[in-house]
């Protein structure tokens, strides 16, 4: 059975993860729930240096932009036992329940938007979908440590959309949230839920690795339409 699950989970890690760079994170899985309410990342990784398979999820709640009780972990394997597809389905066996109550199983990716992309007369990016302008204006802050592994950076969204109706504006996450060991975000897809009322933004995270940059992704989530 178990042997059964890994050979469906390589075919899935396959369909799914794109090209990457050494040290960047894989993204196993994606998209919206069927009711567009949540939102599922999971990323896997062998560490660099180390050699270790690690496996994250994160479920968000679109309208808190905050993770959903015992939706969002890392999985660490070990350099001996586990390999990389090994840890992944252990962590999706773990959320298996949750993902399937959320209506997760299986996640709709929804509408890629056009972007991000530059305004400069606004001096920001923004993202097009459906012939409309999505404004996302990233602000980052460190914080210096005894050495460049403790540094920290936080960063913040502020999201704008202008529709018929009336203007939207979202600020997400926050600059005295910081992540230890961040040296900068960069932002990446954004994402329209299948309702087209919602909307998800990855954001890069980049650690300093002991071979260049380490590269995860995180989520920012919103009702924006």
Do not use: H
Not at 1 to 23: E, H, N, Q, Y
Not at 109 to 125: C, H, M, S
Not at 167 to 185: A, E, M, T, W
């Amino acid at each position: 059975m178990l042997k059964r699950f890994i050979m469906a989970l390589a075919l899935l890690v396959s369909f799914c993860t794109s090209s990457f760079a050494a040290g960047e994170g894989k993204l196993n899985m994606l998209g919206f729930s069927s009711d567009s309410q949540f939102f599922v990342l999971i990323e896997s990784v062998i560490e660099d240096g180390s050699g270790i398979p690690t496996a994250k999820i994160i479920i968000a709640d679109i309208a808190t932009n905050e993770c959903v009780r015992s939706g969002c972990f890392s999985k660490e394997g070990s350099e001996e036992e586990d390999d990389e597809l090994q840890v992944l389905s252990k962590v999706y066996q773990k959320t298996w329940k949750l993902r399937k109550k959320l209506k997760l199983t299986p996640p709709r990716i929804g509408y890629q938007a056009k972007g991000p992309l530059f305004d400069k007369e606004r001096k920001t990016n923004y993202y097009v979908y459906d012939n409309q302008k999505i404004y996302v204006d990233m602000q980052q802050k460190t914080m210096p440590g005894p050495d460049e592994f403790y540094e920290k950076a936080a960063v913040q969204l502020t999201v704008s959309s202008v529709s018929k109706k009336d203007k939207v504006k979202k600020v997400l996450d926050s600059l005295s949230n910081y992540r230890q060991g961040v040296q900068k975000y960069e932002l990446g897809n954004l994402y329209v839920s299948p309702d087209k009322k919602s909307i998800a933004i990855l954001v890069r995270v980049f650690y300093l690795g002991f071979e260049g940059a380490d590269i995860r992704t995180i989520v920012q989530t919103a009702k924006l339409f």
